[in-house]
């Protein structure tokens, strides 16, 4: 009985330090995954956006307020476009014109855009943004409606 009671309480202690060990572990990593997300996004008043079809991907998702520069490499095949705006709308939610082949922008919070890039191309605008929500769109036609819109933050 002494025998099980000794086994049963090392097995405890073991399982204990397992845990502890797991939870610094998970802790530091966590940690330190935060600190360079948070390095890079605050390190950032430029943002790289490369733009393809389908896809508007920015090197960050957040910034801080600001003064904010966007430069749009379009890596495609067709013609794209860089629109910023500020809305708390859900991704394929802004209104579209009456054809619905694109954006209202007379409907919408535009921020300023980045005008249409051939293959290739690249255009940078700096925008003066305020804390809030704001989607990234390539308001060519049917190209939002194609799901080229990302979610983007400043803090």
């Known amino acids: 009985m002494t025998a099980m009671k000794f086994a049963g309480r090392t097995a405890a202690a073991l ?4 845990v502890v060990g ?3 572990g998970c802790s530091s990593d966590d940690e330190e995954a935060t600190a360079t997300t948070t390095a890079t996004a605050a390190a ?3 943002v790289q956006v490369e733009i393809t079809e389908y896809v508007v991907k920015p090197s ?3 910034v801080p307020h600001g003064s904010v520069t966007f430069v749009a490499k379009n890596a495609g095949t067709l013609e794209h ?5 500020r809305s708390d709308a ?3 939610a802004l209104t579209l014109v009456a054809d619905g082949s694109k954006v209202d922008e007379n409907a919408i919070d535009a921020v300023g855009e980045i005008a249409e890039l051939d293959v290739g191309a690249e255009g940078s605008e700096t925008f ?5 929500r704001y989607l990234l769109i390539c308001n060519v036609e049917a190209h939002y409606t194609s799901g080229m819109v990302v979610a983007f933050t400043v803090d």
């Open 15 to 18: 399982g204990l330090l397992l």
């Open 22 to 24: 797991l939870a610094v």
């Open 44 to 46: 950032g008043t430029t």
């Open 60 to 62: 960050v998702l957040s």
């Open 81 to 85: 476009e860089l629109v910023i705006v």
């Open 90 to 92: 859900d991704l394929g």
């Open 128 to 132: 003066e943004l305020a804390a809030g």
